[in-house]
């Protein structure tokens, strides 16, 4: 059984700064793909970065420049790192570990709200 769990979210004002962070157990950590995404009331569910074992990252265009998403295998974390927010970064950010393999299970945190407001 794999469990995210995720930490960090709150409020924030326009230009301010917050990480997030996912503790992951009950999987082989180093060798996953571990991703950032987030909801937004009465919007889907999006994207919003992902880092492979090797370190290699992608980011939503939206979020790039200004999110850096990071793992620490020793901690079996990953972080998302959000600088320069916006009001319309304002979501519920969810940590997700897709299949290791074909037709493998899925497992999501669940989820930390991040408010960007003045």
């Known amino acids: 059984q794999v469990q995210l769990v995720e930490s960090g979210g709150g409020l924030v004002q326009p230009g301010g700064s917050l990480r997030l962070s996912c503790v992951a157990s009950?999987?082989?950590?180093?060798?996953?793909?571990m991703s950032w995404y987030r909801q937004a009331p009465g919007k889907q569910r999006e994207l919003v970065a992902s880092?492979?074992?090797?370190?290699?990252?992608n980011y939503a265009h939206s979020v790039l420049g200004r999110f850096t998403i990071s793992r620490d295998n020793t901690k079996n974390t990953v972080y998302l790192q959000m600088n320069s927010l916006k009001p319309e970064d304002t979501a519920v950010y969810y940590c997700?570990?897709?299949?290791?393999?074909?037709?493998?299970?899925?497992?999501w945190g669940q989820g930390t709200q991040v408010t960007v407001s003045s």
């Open positions: 880092i492979n074992s090797g370190g290699s990252t």
């Open positions: 997700n570990r897709p299949p290791i393999v074909p037709g493998g299970n899925s497992y």
């Open positions: 009950g999987s082989i950590f180093s060798i996953n793909i």
